[in-house]
Structure formats: C-alpha cells, structure tokens
C-alpha cells in the first residue's frame, strides 16, 4: 500500500449503505484529508465556485460565489482561502459564517475538468478561509462544454421568493442540461460526514417537472455515492439551476425519496430520485457571465429524456 492510499479516507456508513442498495461501490474511496498539488493548482483557475452550506434550520442550500480569476488560492494542502463573499440577494449568504460547514465544487466548464473539498469555514474576515477535511477529485461524465463570457450584474437584482414552482421556474428546470445539489450527512455521522456539493448533467429534459416535484434520473457515476448516501441519512436537499443564457440562477429545497431499482426513467437510468420542493428563491441576471455553448459530453449522449 503507498502512502498516498493509506491516506485515503473510508466511506462513511450512509455512503456503505447507499452503495449495497443499488448493488455496486468503488471498493475504496480516494478520498484525502488534504488536496494534491494539483488540485490547489485547479481552484485558482476558475472564476466561480460552486458551494453547499446549512440554513439556519440545517437544509443545505446550494449557490455559488464569483471573482476575478484567481480569487480561490491555496495557502497550504488543506486551506483554502476565497476572497469573494455571497452577494447580500443571495438567499444562502447569512449561512457563510465561522464554523460553518461547507462543500465546495470547482468546475472547469471548459475542460470538463471537477474537484471536490469538503469542510468548514474558518474565517470570513477578508472573503472567506476554509479549513478542508475532504478532497477528491470526479471525472468529467454528464460535464457539458461552455465558454463564460464577463457580463455586468446590477447592485440590487429582483429576487422571486416562493414555495409553489410557476411557469418561469418550471421552464428553467425543464430545459435544463445541469445543475448542483448539496446535501449533507445525518449528525449521527460526526466528522465521517458533512456537506457535500456535487454536480449533475444530462440532456436537456433529463430532470421531469410535474406539479411540485422533480424527478431525477441518476446515471452510471464515480459509484461513491456521496450525494445519495447524504440523502439516505438526511433527506433534505438544496438545488441550483442556471440559465445560462439569462444568467438567472434558481435556488431550491426540497425533500428526497429515492427509487434504488426502478423500471422506468430515460435511456441510462440505474435509480430515480424525487425533490418535492418546499421553497425556492429565482434571481434574475445575478451570475455575472453569459456563456458559449460548446458540446455535449460522450456520456450525456448516450441518455436520454423523459
């Protein structure tokens, strides 16, 4: 055994439990308590990260904080420090404050390349330092290809708060082709756990809208089973949508009920799971880029829709 796999992490219980289930795991989890050189490297790269934080209730809530390239630095193999904070409209910013757990995904639209660090937030004095107990990284499935492109948000941007999903929210589910999920562990779970921020991709009308309640296929992944196991112990959720053409981004939270072995959903599904959304905020224009399509990934094509 190298040293680098005896630092490897193990699954917690949730994500063992996920994975007997549906009927398959990786064996091992490469996961670490600090990040590779390299993935320090990838943070600085982008200029949005995507993020997992709990509510005051404890529902995770998903969003996503944005700056100058370079405005996520490394400092050392288990610190991360982020000098942007959320924008007051954003209905997750009170979340973000010391001792706050946090998930984090940084993701490169452009190479389809993705890491994950999970921990908590040690600071927020100057942006925010994170204190990372989890990294790891997630190949490039489902990952569709766009180029951002800068675009001015205004001060203040209208902000639709609502517990019942109307057409402009339905529409950008519906043609969706990704989105985000946080979700975090079952306290039982301690320091095993946390929150966890992960991404979900597919062809345009993957995730079924009906009424209140989407309903998501899960494809062939990493078989980790991160997001699941979480949402096997707690099954609240936070989502985030994006329409990339507006720059509106769609905040939701919902409860889960997952179908482990169901015999139905589009061309790849091995499970479903379904959100009934309990309340959700729209923010038009707020993500201050607009974006160039490029391709779809191998893997999404080879799925389908409803």
Known sequence: MTADTMAFLPFHADELAAQALAGKGAGRAPIR?????????????????????????????ASVVTGPYGFVTSPGPTTLHIASQ??????????????AEIGLIGIDLTTRR????????????NGLDVHVAQSFGNC????????????PVATT????????????????????DTFFVASRSRRELGPEGGLDMSHRGGQP???DVQGNRLTIPDFRGNRFFNTLGN????????????????????????????EWHPDRGPSGTERLWHVDVER??????????RWRFGDYAPTTLATGTW
């Not at 924008?87 to 973000?96: G, I, N, T």
């Not at 490039?140 to 675009?151: C, G, M, N, S």
């Not at 949402?231 to 997952?258: C, E, M, N, Y």
Request: aromatic share 12%; no cysteine; proline share 11%.
């Open 205 to 207: 009308g993957f995730v």
């Open 280 to 289: 959700g905020w729209h923010r038009r224009g707020v993500f201050p880029f």
């Open 157 to 176: 941007v209208p902000v639709t708060a609502f517990k019942t999903l109307d057409d402009a929210a339905r529409a950008i589910v519906a043609t969706a």
């Open 114 to 125: 993705r890491n994950r660090a999970n921990g908590r937030i040690v600071s927020t004095g």
């Open 231 to 258: 949402l096997l112990g707690d099954p609240r959720a936070g989502l985030l949508f994006i329409d990339f053409a507006s720059g509106d981004l769609l905040q939701l939270q919902g409860s889960v009920t997952i």
């Open 86 to 99: 959320p924008r007051p409209d954003d209905p997750a910013a009170p979340s973000f404050e010391a001792g």
């Open 33 to 61: 308590p600090f990040m590779p050189e390299q993935h320090r490297e990838f943070f600085s790269l982008l200029p949005y990260l995507f993020t997992a934080t709990p509510d005051r209730q404890g529902w995770p809530i």
């Open 140 to 151: 490039a499935q489902y990952i569709q290809t766009r180029a951002p492109v800068p675009h």
